[in-house]
């Protein structure tokens, strides 16, 4: 398989996680996905941002999450996000220290 192709596919992949967990599987929670995962759809959008930074293109936190969201950030937890018990919130801390840790 040659790059361009490769990319491509990747690309593909990419479009397709982003649809799936905003478009079909919107009621997942950010929070359950970092416990469980150890990633969620911030992190999604953070990697954009850091693949923006690095190839010289100035894009803010707020502005990757917009792009991956497809609305602003707040819109997305006013509809969708409900309130963290405080089981989630500990086993969040933790799952957070340990996969993002300074980087978020």
Known sequence: MDDQTRIELEAAAFRTLREHLMDKRADVQNIDM?????????CLSRWYQEAANARGIDMSKDEAREVFYGMPYDEWKATHQTEASPDQQAAFTKSFAEN?????
């Open 34 to 42: 970092m416990n469980l995962a150890g990633f969620c759809r911030n």
């Open 100 to 104: 993002v840790g300074d980087k978020g």
